[in-house]
């Protein structure tokens, strides 16, 4: 069923670009039978598709409101939706990247649900600031203005670390208050690197960080940024960011402390960390039901501080937007602030190991509980409330300025470029882009 939905939206994606943009005209849109039922398009792992599954399965049995839901791969879902707009075939309801919402807003595909919300009686002073305002757009703002959205949840990125192997080392607990500088971590790291069993190669690795993922807390911390608080100029060029992407490259090159590219290649390091063979890693909370299961300890502890002294991560959120299209717009409203916000919705998601309360209230409680790992949970909450930032690129026009700085980077983690020379090559073709981003943000937002 799901699999044949999802074949329509990529044959008609396929027929829109040939025929044009009525390929498809409006059949299996879920309407034409007058019965009233909503299409809700989300992304996520076989936990969390399980766990949204039961939250609308209670949402048809409380409303009435039938729901037929396409769920696609983390990795295909920007494709299926961009697919389904091409085609006329938005979804009533559907995930919506913060990086995306303006373009959709001004293109017409997002419906604002501003009243909507407002008459539903939801609390937004409940609900994460953070996670409120990534819906909002005034037309030039993303922060402010009109609610074209209300987030899924809030993804603060922290980092964990395997207690196990901390204790077989006899290495002294990572405080949970004070950060490691950095060169604190890579002597501990040093320490955790080892040949467990003596046949000359190593089987254990102090980390093993993907630069995309993890570069933010390093240079942030360090007092380094990707752009001017105004988003308009890059700074990737700066002293302070140079210093934390070669300390990061370092990490393998210099230090030693995480698995060689080869050996990354024989198996990647979010699988040796779930076997047990590397000491650091993130942890977000979509990671916490398929880490419960680990046969180590482990728990969340604040990211290693550069030159501020300050850890410093991101956090990230995904929205759930109704379509301007949508044939029953009050109930998709209603179907968005059922997941965003309803109390037994969140306590299912949550129980579910998939994600934090989107609640304020509910998320105090869930902090203090100690039953499940992780223990230092409250990580998570100080990061979403104290020192977790926006990706560098979640309000801008597009992704595309922020993105070129991954393109090239491999020679400095190979440790054939300098982290300075590479970004003073960076920043230029980065700038250009973003300048590109602005003009078309100003056009976008004057054709609207
Ligand atoms: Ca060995």
Redesign the pocket.
Known sequence: MKKTRLLTLSVCAALAGTLGLTACGSDGSGDDSGEKKLTFMFRGGADEKKAYEAAIAKFTEDTGVAVEVIVTDADQYATKLQAAVAGNKVPDVFYIEQANLQSYVNSGVLKDITADVEASGVDLDNLWTFGVDSYRYDGKVQGQGALYGLPKDVGPFSFGYNKTMFEAAGIPLPSVDEPYTLDEFVDVAKKLT??????????QWGTGLNVQWNLQPFVWSNGGDWTNEDKTKVTVDTPEFAEALQWFADLQNVHGVTPSAEQAQTLDTYQRWMAGEIGFFPVGPWDVSTYAKLDFDWDLIPYPAGSTGESATWVGSLGIGVSNTSKHPADAAKLVTYLSADEAAQKTLVDAGVQIPNLIDMADTWAAEATTKPANRQEFLDIVQDYGRPMPAAVTYGAQWYDDLWTNIQPVLDGKQTAAAYLKEAQPKMQSFLDQSIAQAEQAAAGK
């Open positions: 080892l040949d467990t069993n003596g046949d000359g190669e190593l089987d």
